[in-house]
């Protein structure tokens, strides 16, 4: 299994950059793809972006795509979601997901979320 926890949120002013963490625990890490998602309040929770297992390839959502970047370090254990550029639409609670090999989202494994608010 995989555990994980998210941080790295807050308050933001539109056009700031944030830089949220996601640090894993559990043996499937190195064989998940791990991915971001993000849920603004009364909203379904809607894909952000995806780094494969390797870190060498990765895949966004058209309303990130140019701003955001997500990396992993296999060493650590960690996902990181970089965030340039913050609208006030980026406004949502990101979680962290983790689908191994052979899975996909609905059946992986996800963080409680952070907290990302971009004021205007």
């Known amino acids: 299994q995989v555990q994980l926890l998210e941080s790295g949120g807050g308050l933001v002013q539109a056009g700031d950059s944030l830089t949220l963490s996601c640090a894993a625990s559990?043996?499937?890490?190195?064989?998940?793809?791990m991915g971001w998602f993000r849920q603004a309040h009364g909203g379904e929770r809607v894909f952000v972006a995806y780094?494969?297992?390797?870190?060498?390839?990765?895949y966004y959502a058209d309303f990130v795509k140019g701003r955001f970047t997500i990396s992993r370090d296999n060493s650590k254990k960690r996902v990181y979601l970089q965030m340039n550029n913050l609208k006030v639409e980026d406004t949502a609670v990101y979680f962290c997901?983790?689908?191994?090999?052979?899975?996909?989202?609905?059946?992986?494994?996800w963080g409680r979320g952070t907290q990302v608010t971009v004021s205007s």
């Open positions: 997901a983790a689908a191994p090999k052979g899975s996909m989202w609905d059946t992986g494994y």
């Open positions: 559990g043996d499937a890490f190195d064989w998940s793809t």
């Open positions: 780094v494969i297992p390797s870190g060498q390839s990765t």
